[in-house]
């Protein structure tokens, strides 16, 4: 596919999600990504790489269908919502407590150690609530058959990646989660 077509398409994708279109631009996404979304201020500018060129169509529709819905902020939850955050606010308040009461025993690491362990909870939970939400749009979009091919495919062909963004694709729901998740049949289609 090349950048026009991408542009052209990114343009329908935005038509049908209700978003403003992203910028699209040839380039260097994060290492092991054939394509990313980079957010610029209150602007976006979707990334291709030469990763992108030899995916199968269903599955460059479903990258691309993801990069431009994540950008609808009423559909898709973004940051930890308020249940996350709410969330780290009692329990830091809760391990402030029990620092206090279990002071002869728990140490300032302890409940920094003990925070850190319920802030990687939040994140993770935020993670699977917004990947869920996005997959449910772009299945309302796209069709699950389009979800069902790019599912499989992600399933057969992982992404590459190294450092934070391997802890975050860690704490990410599986591809067979997902599927099972959109309800698609066992024997959904796959990709070349």
Request: proline share 7%; aromatic share 4%; net charge positive.
């Amino acid at each position: 596919m090349d950048i026009e077509t991408v542009r052209g398409r990114v343009q329908e994708l935005a038509l049908k999600f209700g978003v403003q279109a992203p910028d699209v631009e040839l380039g260097e996404p994060p290492q092991g990504c054939p394509a990313a979304l980079r957010r610029t201020g209150k602007g976006a500018t979707i990334v291709i790489g030469p990763e992108f060129t030899p995916i199968p169509a269903p599955v460059q529709e479903a990258s691309l269908a993801w990069m431009v819905g994540a950008l609808d902020r009423a559909r898709v939850p973004r940051g930890l919502g308020w249940q996350g955050r709410l969330t780290l606010v009692l329990g830091g308040v809760l391990i402030g407590v029990a620092l206090g009461v279990f002071s002869a025993t728990m140490t300032p690491l302890d409940a920094y150690g003990l925070f850190a362990v319920l802030f990687v909870a939040v994140l993770a939970r935020s993670i699977r609530v917004r990947t869920f939400a996005l997959d449910r749009l772009v299945a309302d979009i796209c069709g699950l058959e389009t979800m069902a091919v790019a599912l499989s495919h992600a399933a057969r062909n992982p992404l590459k990646v190294t450092g934070a963004r391997r802890l975050l694709q860690m704490m990410s729901p599986s591809a067979a989660t997902r599927a099972a998740r959109l309800r698609l049949p066992a024997g959904a289609p796959t990709a070349a």
